[in-house]
C-alpha cells in the first residue's frame, strides 16, 4: 500500500523485498523516497526496505503549518509506519536531512533501532547562538522559495558549494537529482525548512554518549564539514565506525553508490 495515513497526514511509502528484517530509508532536503531506488533495489534481495517520502516532500502530504514538519512530529509518524506494519525494529539509513531525522528516531527510541547508519548526518547544532541564526537563515530561505518559485531556488541549490562535487556525475544522473528536486512544491520546501531545518531541531549532541545501538557514519572525503562532524560523533558515539569515502562529496550514494553500497551492507551486518 503506497499511502499510509500516519497521525492524520498521509504519508508515500515505497516498499521493497520481503525480508525478516526491516531497513528504512530517509532521504534528503529537496529528495523523495526515488533518491533511493538504485540502493533499495540491492537491499531488497535480504530486507524489507520502507522509503517514505518525507512531509513536504514527492507525493507524501505538504502542510501549510511549519509545526507539522518538527522532527518530532516526524519521529512520531515513523514509529506509527512501524507499528503500521507490524515492525518491532528496524535498521535506520538517512541522507543528510534524513540522517538528522533517524538520529533523532534513534536517540528517542532506541528500543526501535537494529542500526543506525548516517550519510552526511549531524546531531545538530550545539548552541542556542548556533541555532537561533540557522532559524533566520532558513526563514529567509523558506521565503525565497515561496516568493521566487521552485525553480529559481533548485538553481540556486545545486550552485552551493555543498554539491560542487556534483558536477562530476554523469548528465543523465544530474538530470534526474534536478527533476526529482523540481517536483516537491514550494509550501513543502518552504515548510520543511521552518519546520525540520538544522536550527529547528533540538541538538542531539549531548545525548550521543548514551546511545548503545551500532552506527556507523559515512562521509565524502570531499566534503571536509561533515568529515569533521563524523569524528566528533564517532568520539562520542559508544559504538560507532565511520567509513571516508573517496572522490565524493556530501552525496555519497549518488557520487559513488558501489562504495556507499559495500559501506552500507558492512554496517547492517555488523
Known sequence: MPIHTLNGLNYHVVEYGAGPEAVVLLHGFTGSSASWDAIAAQLAARYHVLAPDLPGHGATDAPTDPTRYR??????????????????????????????????????????????????????????????????????????????????????????????????????????????????????????????????????????????RPTHLIVGALDAKFVDIADRMQKLLPKAVTTIVPAAGHTVHMEQPEAFLAALFAGLER
Open 71 to 212: 522532527i518530532d512530529q516526524a519521529t512520531a509518524d515513523l514509529i506509527a509506519l512501524l507499528d503500521a506494519r507490524g515492525i518491532a525494529s528496524a535498521h535506520w539509513v538517512g541522507y543528510s536531512m534524513g540522517a538528522r531525522l533517524a538520529l533523532h528516531v534513534a536517540l528517542t527510541h532506541p528500543q526501535r533501532v537494529v542500526t543506525l547508519t548516517l550519510e552526511s548526518g549531524s546531531p545538530g547544532l550545539a548552541t542556542q547562538a548556533e541555532r537561533e541564526a540557522r532559524v533566520a537563515a532558513d526563514a529567509a530561505l523558506a521565503n525565497r522559495i515561496e516568493n521566487d518559485g521552485v525553480q529559481a531556488f533548485v538553481a540556486f541549490w545545486e550552485s552551493l558549494p555543498l554539491f560542487a562535487s556534483q558536477s562530476a556525475l554523469p548528465d543523465a544522473v544530474r538530470l534526474t537529482l534536478r527533476e526529482a528536486r523540481l517536483r516537491n512544491g514550494p509550501v513543502g520546501l518552504a515548510n520543511s525548512l521552518r519546520g525540520m531545518g538544522t536550527g529547528a531541531q533540538p541538538s542531539g549532541w549531548d545525548a550521543l554518549a548514551a546511545f548503545d
